[in-house]
């Protein structure tokens, strides 16, 4: 991902794979994320559901662009699980999106490059079993306006990619909308427009995370 847009991939639900790597045991789980915290949580209750496993290594990537991201080795070697995990994530152009695999030993050592492809591949499995969907990052703008240009305002509505939240009626309407992060600010100027200058129009702070993950 190479700068802001409009939409970003993410996982539609959770997967699960398991391999086997001279005997140990490589249980993969994916997860749509909605940010760190909650990666940070699914993370922590998979440890405490796995308390009898080897290791929980696992990798994280949130945020519009993916701009956050986390691994985590879990006692490892240095780069050997958490890394080619996030690599698995990353490859795919996902955000949003945490990669937690559970290994319980074999008996028989790996070596450096066999972890590094023990946990990328489980990673990778659990991926290419996972359904992926486009999500559309949008902004969130109030609109305000009085009941007699109703029919202005929601021309301007209809002429965006723009989903209404919230409906308040004082002595005026009040609409909280979600509109195409690269339509907002062409949506406040033609509201203002349209309405000669009788609406107020605000942009509020982004969404950050996914609402549907």
Not at 129 to 140: D, K, S
């Given at each position: 991902?190479?700068?802001?847009?409009?939409?970003?991939?993410?996982?539609?639900?959770?997967?699960?794979?398991?391999?086997?790597?001279?005997?140990?045991?490589?249980?993969?789980?994916?997860?749509?994320?909605?940010?760190?915290?909650?990666?940070?949580?699914?993370?922590?209750?998979?440890?405490?559901?796995?308390?009898?496993?080897?290791?929980?290594?696992?990798?994280?990537?949130?945020?519009?662009?993916?701009?956050?991201f986390r691994y985590h080795d879990d006692g490892e070697p240095s780069g050997t699980a958490g890394a080619p995990i996030l690599r698995q994530i990353e490859g795919r152009g996902l955000t949003n999106t945490l990669v937690a695999v559970t290994r319980y030993f074999g008996g028989t050592k790996l070596?450096?490059?066999?972890?590094?492809r023990a946990y990328g591949d489980a990673a990778a499995a659990a991926l290419d079993?996972?359904?992926?969907?486009?999500?559309?990052?949008?902004?969130?703008v109030r609109l305000q306006f009085a009941y007699a240009d109703t029919a202005p305002a929601m021309r301007t509505l209809e002429a965006f990619d723009a989903e209404i939240r919230e409906t308040r009626y004082t002595d005026d309407t009040e609409l909280l909308v979600a509109v195409r992060a690269s339509e907002a600010d062409a949506l406040i100027a033609r509201f203002i427009d349209h309405l000669a200058g009788r609406g107020r129009a605000e942009r509020l702070e982004d969404e950050a995370s996914d609402p549907e993950a």
């Open positions: 991902m190479s700068g802001p847009t409009d939409t970003y991939r993410t996982l539609a639900g959770p997967s699960r794979a398991e391999i086997k790597v001279k005997g140990s045991r490589f249980i993969a789980e994916a997860f749509p994320v909605p940010d760190a915290d909650a990666a940070e949580a699914r993370i922590a209750a998979l440890r405490k559901r796995e308390y009898n496993a080897t290791h929980v290594c696992s990798a994280y990537r949130v945020g519009r662009d993916g701009q956050t070596g450096t490059g066999g972890l590094v079993g996972a359904t992926l969907v486009e999500r559309v990052v949008r902004v969130p």
